[in-house]
T-cell receptor
Framework: EPEVTQTPSHQVTQMGQEVILRCVPI?????FYWYRQILGQKVEFLVS????????KSEIFDDQFSVERPDGSNFTLKIRSTKLEDSAMYFC?????????????FGEGSRLTVL | GENVEQHPSTLSVQEGDSAVIKCTYS??????FPWYKQELGKRPQLIID?????GEKKDQRIAVTLNKTAKHFSLHITETQPEDSAVYFC??????????FGAGTILRVKS
C-alpha cells in the first residue's frame, strides 16, 4: 500500500540553525500539507500546497517557514532560523483530487528538537 | 473563527461500554467531517468520515452522526476494546484548503 514517507525521523538542532524536513507524498496525489504537533497537543495546520503553489497557510507559517516541491516527488518544509518553540512533531500529508475534503494520508512524522 | 471544538478532552470507559466524542465547527460551508485515531507515537489515521449529504454513517463498531443545523458531529464507538485506547481527533475543512483539527480526546478503555 502506498504511503507518505518522511525524513529525518528525528532531528536535533541548535536554536538559530536552518532545518529542512523532507517528504515524499503518495505519487498520484495532488494536494500536499504540513502539520505540526507539539507534544501532547493537537495537530495544527501549517500550510497546504497545490499546483506548485501555496493555497493556504496558517498564522504559524510566518516568514521563517517555506515549502518547496523541487523535483516533482519531494515536498520540503524549511525553517530558516529555528526557535525553541519550533520543537514539535512535523507531519507531512497528501490527498488526492478531493483535497481537504478527502482523506489525508499522513507520514510517520519528523520530530524536531531545538536546543 | 476557525475553531473546531472537541469534547471531552479525556474519556475513560469500561471495556464493552460505549464511548461518544463530540465536535462543533464554525464554518457553515464545511462539508466533510473526518475522525482520526492517533496511537502513542504514531501518525493520525482516518477511521471514519462523513459528508454533509448524510446524517449518519456506520462502519462496524464505529459510527459518526452529523447535525448540520447545529453544526456538530459525533463519534460513537460501541463495545469498546482495550485496543480502542488512543487519542481521537475530529476535523473539518475551514474557509478553503485547510483541514482544522479539534484538540483531541484521550480515550482510555479499562479492562
Amino acid at each position: 500500500e502506498p504511503e507518505v514517507t518522511q525524513t529525518p525521523s528525528h532531528q536535533v538542532t541548535q536554536m538559530g540553525q536552518e532545518v529542512i524536513l523532507r517528504c515524499v507524498p503518495i505519487s498520484n496525489h495532488l494536494y500536499f500539507y504540513w502539520y505540526r504537533q507539539i507534544l501532547g497537543q493537537k495537530v495544527e495546520f501549517l500550510v497546504s500546497f497545490y499546483n506548485n503553489e501555496i493555497s493556504e497557510k496558517s498564522e504559524i507559517f510566518d516568514d521563517q517557514f517555506s515549502v518547496e516541491r523541487p523535483d516533482g516527488s519531494n515536498f520540503t518544509l524549511k525553517i530558516r532560523s529555528t526557535k525553541l518553540e519550533d520543537s514539535a512533531m512535523y507531519f507531512c500529508a497528501s490527498s488526492s483530487d478531493r483535497g481537504p475534503t478527502g482523506e489525508l494520508f499522513f507520514g510517520e512524522g519528523s520530530r524536531l528538537t531545538v536546543l | 473563527g476557525e475553531n473546531v471544538e472537541q469534547h471531552p478532552s479525556t474519556l475513560s470507559v469500561q471495556e464493552g461500554d460505549s464511548a461518544v466524542i463530540k465536535c462543533t465547527y464554525s464554518d457553515s460551508a464545511s462539508n466533510y467531517f473526518p475522525w482520526y485515531k492517533q496511537e502513542l507515537g504514531k501518525r493520525p489515521q482516518l477511521i471514519i468520515d462523513i459528508r454533509s449529504n448524510v446524517g449518519e454513517k456506520k462502519d462496524q463498531r464505529i459510527a459518526v452522526t452529523l447535525n448540520k443545523t447545529a453544526k456538530h458531529f459525533s463519534l460513537h464507538i460501541t463495545e469498546t476494546q482495550p485496543e480502542d485506547s488512543a487519542v481521537y481527533f475530529c476535523a473539518a475543512p475551514v474557509y478553503g484548503n485547510k483541514l482544522v483539527f479539534g484538540a483531541g480526546t484521550i480515550l482510555r478503555v479499562k479492562s
